[in-house]
């Protein structure tokens, strides 16, 4: 037994250093053969805004996959390890990727460039109905993290993922530069659009199954009343349930938004209990498979958001 | 022999797993018998008991219940069954002595409808031959063993069965109530001219009380109810060790 | 104080709660008494894998549930048969298979999480009128399958040997009321969920075991205890905004507290 032990110990040792140098060496002849950036995008509107900036200059891949509601998606082990090589890793931030932190925290500098596309961008707490005394998902707890909802917010987001390509891949810059005034002016145009058609609408009450709409209520004088909060997880108790039944009904709300990818069963009692229509609106949080084939993207999503609040609202 | 023949057992097996259980039991059983099984643990007494109730499915052979093919038979209520105290109910279980013996009129076709006055009237009557009218409301767990094993004939005795199987009914039960409880089953016997089969261990006492001893050993019938005294002595001396003989000898 | 009532869909919890009520210790004392509450358990893990598949398939979750449930309750009633000394382990694996798929099931699908979660625990306010429906038809089933059978079961639970021996077709009566008990477990989760399900099938009948004079008596005051428990936790959680299984669960529990301490009390005097 004892002559076994330093020679296990040797062993161990000897097992260490290759596979040290082993997964180094890997790493470096992979980015040497690439010709692509490779690029996550954590959620489907920072995958949206890095492909329209990056084009096909940029190997992009988005972390949360097509059809999972982005809240309470985790990611597996395998993900986290295919992370670490590559060269940027974009994500939302406001505490809209509960992963991204503990996963950023890991890479302890080495692997990729780190883009929080919130950076720098003006927060909205969250203030409303009921909903606030549970924020499970949400690190940051009372900032509403759905920042892309409002155009000119997103336009600063695409600001963010813009820098970040240019300082991972500058031989691209003229590139990513005409690419990002090129959806700036599509965001504005999205903008002068959404001002104007909700502007002549009379109604302003916004019912949503959970409170994702902040920034756009916010742009645009809109008022957001959620059945749950923030995350859909956080539901509302039955008391919560009743006051808003009071609410819709007091205020004679004769509709509820729904959305794609979460469990409409509360809204749906609400809708039941009052007598309400229910209507799609769509956070954009990530798109279903079948919206992705049919050609749909940020731009066009907004597009049938307003199209739907202008025939709602417009009643 | 001109009384009825109740239970009529030809070449019967036994097999548990490879475990040969029984072989070859050759048994009758006639009206106004009081027969005693006899033989040590694991002899296959109680197995045997258990087959001719139709709890466990026979390997080989026969049994005939009122000439009838114990696969057709049906009139269960004809037969009733005294277990051992001990592990017959859970202690703590909420129901009066009348909720125990009122259940067994489920099947009785001759005895009046579960639920009804005449049940009721039925329950007592039952109770009063056991010297138990007084306690159809108490708890069956509050009772003393020999109480309840008094509830437990009641219950067997509900549906007016001609033939009454108990097996080791005197376990955990003192000696006056084993007294007691002898006593009821000669009335059983001699009065209300009911068949009585019953399984023991205690030989001493055994011999004493019943009309005819059946002996087993080793899953086999060392002898009949026909045997004479001398040669059931003889096989009990065999099968038990040389200390049976003081308790024969008794007799 | 009874506003709530207002509200449909508190109108319907505390309607599928008092079916619950009687539903639960109804199957529960016999359970209790053949010291089978483990299968309670066993089967409400199962039924939440149901809804799990359910949610993944798209197809009606409780639906699923029963489906589920049922399936496992008659597997675990086929090996209680043929593997008599191992029905302990029986269960127990069958919990964990259940609790194992559901959770395979949740990880597969990323966005059932919400109202998983109501079903785990208990959701008052998702009680809607599908539901409803089959609470209140497939509950009418089971008490009267209970109400038509009491004696046999009674007899079965006090003493099976016996029981076959009287003639009572011991097997088919097992089969059916192990049926009965994954339907209730089924209908009880929306508001107690499947964690809880199996406590308001066995603390009520607990606390009503321990006033009885009777059987009949024992199963008529669980099910006053467990109507106690259901019909004050859900308004409770209505107005506190708590989970109602937790919170009809943790009354059932402090009623046989009381119980037992009031009775203690009693025989000191």
Partial sequence: MKGRIPSIILLTVLLMITGCTNSTGQQSRIAEKRSKPLVYASIYPMYDFAKNIGGDRIDLRMVVPVGAEPHDWEPTAKLIVALEEADVFIYNGVGMEPWADNLIASLNGNGPLVVEASKGIQLLKHGNIGNSQHNHGHVSVGYDPHVWLDPTRAEKQAENIMHALIKADGGNEAFYKLNFQEFTGKLRNLDSLYSETLSRLDKREIVVTHAAFGYLADRYGLEQISVSGLNPQEEPSAAQLAALTDLLREKRIGYIFFETLTNPKLATVLADEVGAKTEVLNPIGGLTRQQLDEGLDYISVMQQNLETLERVLGQ | MNAERLISISNLDFQYGKDLVLTNINLDIHEGDYIGIVGPNGSGKSTLVKLILGILKPSGGCIELFGKDIKDFNDWERIGYVRQKATSFNPGFPATVEEVVGANLYSGRSTPKPGTKKARERVNEVLSIVNMEKFGKRLIGNLSGGQQQRVFIARALINSPQILFLDEPTVGIDADSQRDFYQLLEIFNQEMRITIVMVSHDIGVITQKVGRIVCMGDGKLLCHPNSSRSEISSMLKKVYGNTMDLLIHDH | ?269
């Fill in chain 3, 1 to 269: 104080m009874m506003e709530f009532l207002q509200y449909g869909f508190m109108q319907r919890a505390l309607m599928a709660g008092v079916i619950i009520g009687i539903l639960c210790p109804m199957i529960g004392i016999f359970l209790v008494l053949r010291r089978m509450s483990m299968i309670g358990n066993s089967l409400s893990h199962v039924a939440l894998s149901g809804v799990a598949a359910g949610m993944v398939s798209g197809i009606y979750p409780l639906a699923m549930a029963l489906a589920f449930s049922v399936a496992a309750a008659l597997g675990i009633e086929l090996l209680r048969k043929k593997y008599s000394e191992y029905a302990e382990l029986a269960m127990a694996v069958i919990l964990s298979a259940g609790l194992g798929i559901a959770v395979v099931l949740i990880s597969y699908a990323k966005s059932i999480n919400v109202d998983l979660f109501g079903y785990l625990f208990g959701n008052i306010v998702t009680v809607r009128s599908g539901d409803m429906m089959l609470i209140a038809v497939l509950g009418s089933l089971i008490i009267a399958f209970v109400g038509l059978n009491y004696r046999e079961l009674f007899y079965i639970t006090f003493d099976e040997e016996g029981a076959r021996i009287a003639g009572i077709p011991v097997k088919r009566v097992n089969l059916l009321f192990t049926v009965l008990i994954a339907m209730t477990i089924t209908l009880s989760m929306r508001i107690v969920g499947a964690l809880l399900v199996s406590s308001l099938m066995v603390i009520p009948v607990a606390t009503g075991i321990q006033l009885a004079k009777s059987f009949k008596q024992a199963t008529l005051l669980s099910v006053v205890a467990a109507e106690v428990a259901a019909v004050s936790g859900i308004i409770a959680s209505y107005y506190l905004e708590l989970a109602s299984g937790g919170t009809i669960v943790l009354l059932s529990v402090a009623l046989l507290m009381l119980v037992l301490g009031v009775k203690s009390l009693l025989r000191n005097i």
